[in-house]
């Protein structure tokens, strides 16, 4: 038993040492077993020292381009795997025998109906930020919100080019006021543009004074901002799109609204390659 | 698309976004996991690299393997170093000259923490190979002793005895009064 006790001692100041506290301090909570403790912290101490050292930040940032490259990549494919999984079953197969003429004609017209799929790429000469805007936010221990896509709409053309983010689920509790959280980068043609949509496939909130998940709504499924600006080939572009949450009077129901005033695009100079 | 199918997709891309998310904090300690069995920094900055990589190609399997995301990193990290090792055809112990000694003192003091170093990367030599890891994991990796015990599929209370098994005896070849 008395054993046991000290590995489970022993256990916590190793954790403890790793996150940062002192040696002294564990010992000090500990005085019937510092003796004991003392020279195996100590080794602890001396191996870690002997092996340390700080990976270099150019590698490091090197392998977390190639990182995030690869995710975008997967994140392009991952609805054209799926849709190959679904149609190499039998019953998809029948269906698909019976709608084939209608699906020629869709073919026809899709790329007319269908936006563009941006790539994202680390180099891109446009960001798409989130952040929150607190009106109701206090009340929630979490708000997960996941956001499936993502659509750009021209000035003038209207057309519609969409991407779909990288980080796909934000909490917005951790976004508040000049918080943000980019959740994609990439290359958008350069232009005049007019609207943002967010189309919003999941909401999850938890409430911080009961722990209770609750009900936060968004009727239409998407999020709109009517806002002009530009986007060029040689600067960045970085557009932060404000969410907000805002209590139905005391219904214990919660609406998710755009924050149009807190919104906007930004621009700076692209980083030396 | 079915339900089944769907829900596929959202768990991985939650598992995506926890990968991702993941990078900032396990990238150097993943690094100097490696390098504690490979003994060359450059190596090991790039192994950890290609365990994000890899991660990312398989996070399917991720979610049969029960055990905590960064948990599994390592696992990820000690299967690509194990082939590393068996390219090289030899495992290497960390060169004493690569070691990073803190600060230039005078010639005397840094043959004292040459020897200093020698002593400790000896006496890890003389752990078994489970303690090694063990010791690995909980020193470099900073993982819990119940995220070990996930990876090495042992109970929490075996690994803290390993470890204090492994700790005293670093101690006893280490030997020295401070």
């Given at each position: 038993?008395?054993?046991?006790?000290f590995?489970?001692i022993?256990?916590?100041?190793?954790d403890?040492?790793?996150?940062?506290?002192?040696?002294v301090d564990?010992?000090?909570?500990y005085?019937a077993y510092?003796?004991?403790?003392?020279?195996l912290?100590?080794?602890?101490?001396?191996?870690?020292?002997?092996?340390?050292f700080?990976p270099?930040?150019?590698?490091?940032?090197?392998?977390r381009?190639?990182?995030?490259a690869a995710l975008?990549?997967?994140r392009?494919?991952?609805?054209?795997l799926s849709?190959f999984?679904?149609?190499?079953?039998?019953?998809?197969?029948?269906?698909?025998a019976v709608?084939?003429?209608a699906?020629?004609?869709?073919?026809?017209?899709r790329?007319?109906?269908?936006?563009?799929?941006?790539?994202p790429?680390?180099?891109g000469?446009?960001a798409?930020?989130?952040?929150d805007e607190?009106n109701?936010i206090g009340?929630?221990?979490?708000?997960?919100?996941?956001?499936?896509?993502?659509?750009?709409?021209?000035?003038?053309?209207?057309?519609?080019?969409?991407f779909?983010?990288?980080i796909?689920?934000v909490?917005?509790?951790?976004l508040?006021?000049?918080?943000?959280?980019e959740?994609w980068?990439g290359?958008v043609?350069?232009?005049q543009?007019?609207?943002?949509?967010i189309?919003?496939?999941?909401?999850?909130?938890?409430?911080?004074?009961?722990g209770q998940?609750v009900?936060?709504?968004?009727?239409?499924g998407?999020?709109?901002i009517?806002?002009?600006f530009?986007?060029?080939?040689?600067?960045v572009?970085?557009f932060?799109?404000?969410?907000?949450?805002?209590?139905?009077?005391n219904?214990?129901e919660?609406?998710?609204?755009?924050?149009?005033?807190?919104?906007?695009?930004q621009?700076?100079?692209?980083?030396?390659? | 698309?079915?339900i089944g199918?769907?829900?596929n997709?959202?768990?991985?891309n939650?598992?995506?976004t926890?990968?991702?998310?993941?990078?900032?904090?396990?990238?150097?300690?993943i690094?100097?996991?490696v390098?504690?069995?490979i003994?060359?920094k450059e190596?090991?900055?790039d192994?950890?690299?290609?365990?994000f990589?890899?991660?990312?190609?398989?996070l399917?399997?991720?979610?049969?393997?029960?055990?905590p995301?960064q948990g599994w990193?390592?696992?990820?990290?000690?299967?690509?170093?194990?082939d590393y090792l068996r390219k090289?055809?030899k495992?290497?112990?960390?060169p004493?000259?690569?070691?990073?000694?803190p600060?230039?003192?005078n010639?005397?003091?840094?043959?004292?923490?040459n020897?200093?170093f020698?002593?400790?990367i000896?006496a890890?030599?003389q752990l078994?190979?489970?303690q090694?890891?063990?010791?690995?994991?909980?020193?470099?990796?900073?993982l819990?002793?119940?995220?070990?015990?996930s990876?090495?599929?042992?109970?929490?209370?075996a690994?803290?005895e390993?470890?204090?098994?492994?700790i005293?005896?670093?101690?006893?070849i280490m030997?020295?009064?401070?």
């Amino acid at each position: 038993m008395m054993a046991e006790d000290f590995d489970r001692i022993l256990d916590e100041c190793i954790d403890r040492i790793n996150r940062g506290d002192n040696l002294v301090d564990c010992l000090s909570d500990y005085p019937a077993y510092s003796e004991k403790l003392k020279p195996l912290l100590q080794s602890m101490h001396d191996v870690q020292k002997t092996y340390t050292f700080t990976p270099s930040a150019d590698t490091k940032r090197a392998t977390r381009q190639k990182f995030h490259a690869a995710l975008g990549k997967r994140r392009q494919m991952t609805p054209v795997l799926s849709f190959f999984k679904v149609i190499s079953r039998p019953a998809v197969w029948a269906t698909v025998a019976v709608l084939v003429l209608a699906i020629v004609g869709t073919l026809v017209i899709r790329p007319l109906l269908n936006p563009p799929t941006l790539i994202p790429s680390p180099e891109g000469n446009f960001a798409f930020l989130i952040s929150d805007e607190p009106n109701d936010i206090g009340d929630f221990e979490s708000l997960n919100v996941t956001i499936s896509r993502v659509e750009l709409q021209a000035a003038g053309s209207g057309k519609r080019l969409e991407f779909t983010p990288e980080i796909k689920t934000v909490d917005l509790t951790q976004l508040q006021g000049e918080q943000s959280q980019e959740i994609w980068r990439g290359n958008v043609p350069a232009g005049q543009y007019s609207h943002v949509y967010i189309y919003v496939s999941e909401v999850k909130g938890r409430l911080e004074l009961t722990g209770q998940t609750v009900d936060v709504k968004l009727p239409s499924g998407k999020l709109h901002i009517s806002m002009p600006f530009e986007v060029t080939a040689d600067t960045v572009t970085s557009f932060t799109f404000d969410i907000t949450v805002v209590a139905k009077g005391n219904t214990g129901e919660y609406n998710l609204k755009p924050q149009i005033g807190e919104s906007g695009a930004q621009q700076e100079q692209k980083p030396l390659e | 698309m079915n339900i089944g199918n769907r829900e596929n997709i959202s768990t991985i891309n939650e598992y995506e976004t926890q990968l991702s998310g993941l990078y900032e904090e396990y990238y150097d300690k993943i690094a100097r996991y490696v390098y504690v069995h490979i003994g060359n920094k450059e190596e090991a900055e790039d192994i950890a690299g290609e365990v994000f990589l890899k991660a990312l190609k398989s996070l399917k399997s991720y979610r049969e393997q029960g055990v905590p995301m960064q948990g599994w990193l390592f696992r990820i990290a000690h299967n690509l170093t194990v082939d590393y090792l068996r390219k090289m055809g030899k495992r290497r112990t960390v060169p004493i000259d690569s070691v990073a000694l803190p600060g230039n003192d005078n010639p005397a003091d840094t043959a004292e923490k040459n020897i200093e170093f020698e002593r400790v990367i000896e006496a890890m030599k003389q752990l078994t190979t489970e303690q090694r890891e063990v010791i690995n994991l909980r020193f470099f990796g900073e993982l819990t002793s119940k995220e070990v015990s996930s990876i090495l599929g042992k109970s929490d209370g075996a690994v803290r005895e390993m470890q204090r098994a492994a700790i005293e005896k670093l101690r006893g070849i280490m030997g020295v009064e401070r």
